[in-house]
């Protein structure tokens, strides 16, 4: 069956009366890729769920990568790989404006990020020897908890960049900020292997729904309703 003009217009009008921010993942994307594809988008999406499983991983993907999907074309897989580096575009004047070094605007920042999430994200914000923002990147793997972050990944976004300065956050989907004994683990290998680097690990923040935790600056917990205080 062709894909109706009846559901073009459904998700158009949807879109337009409540934003993309009210659209599930799915939808939105089949409405984007409706504008790129020949075919079915519907289909199309269908396809890279199936593949991908997550929004964010698809978002993640190469341009090759999406055109083994049944039904992508060059535009379309163009599109989607696009949007992320759009995304960070538009966020650029937010970011470049926010104090990392200070401990409660940062964690306000990460808090913002990724409290919500409903699978573990990481943030990896790379900083000049001033402190301002150069670039981010987020990782996920779809899943629940347990995304793998290695050291030399850590390296590589630094000096690819000319950065000596790193943030890393993760979160705790639906669960509290307080760090686990791996985050601790994790946290005291990352920072002594970028020393040998001459690369500083300035801070890991563990966001939850309570807050976020700054691990390596004070351990100071802000919390939901705006006030940072001591973890004993």
């Known amino acids: 069956m062709e894909y109706s003009d009846s559901r073009k217009k459904q998700l158009r009008n949807y879109y337009l009366e409540n934003g993309v921010d009210k659209m599930m993942p799915k939808d939105a994307l ?7 594809v020949s075919g079915d988008p519907g289909q199309v999406c269908d396809e890279l769920f199936r593949k991908f499983g997550d929004i964010s991983v698809i978002l993640n993907q190469s341009e ?36 990392f070094e200070n401990v409660a605007e940062s964690c306000r920042y990460f808090y913002r990020e990724l ?5 573990e994200y990481i943030k990896i914000i790379c900083l000049s020897d001033r402190f301002s923002y150069i670039c981010g990147k987020t990782l996920t793997d779809g899943k629940a908890d347990k995304i793998r ?19 890393i956050s993760h979160n705790h989907p639906g669960g509290d900020c307080k760090p686990s004994s791996d985050d601790q683990l994790a946290t005291e290998a990352f920072a002594e292997r970028l020393e040998n680097y001459g690369i500083r690990l300035l801070d890991h923040v563990v966001v939850g729904r309570n807050g976020a935790f700054s691990m390596l600056r004070g351990r100071k917990v802000w ?10």
């Open 30 to 36: 089949e409405l984007l890729l409706g504008y790129a």
């Open 64 to 99: 090759k990568s999406l055109k083994n999907v049944n039904g992508m074309n060059d535009r379309a897989a163009i599109l989607i790989t696009m949007l992320p580096y759009i995304y960070t575009l538009a966020c650029s004047r937010e970011r470049l404006n926010v104090n």
């Open 115 to 119: 409290s919500g999430c409903p699978v």
């Open 149 to 167: 972050l290695s050291a030399e990944s850590l390296v590589s976004s630094a000096l690819l960049v000319g950065s000596h300065t790193l943030i």
């Open 223 to 232: 919390t939901e309703d705006g006030n940072s205080q001591d973890v004993k």
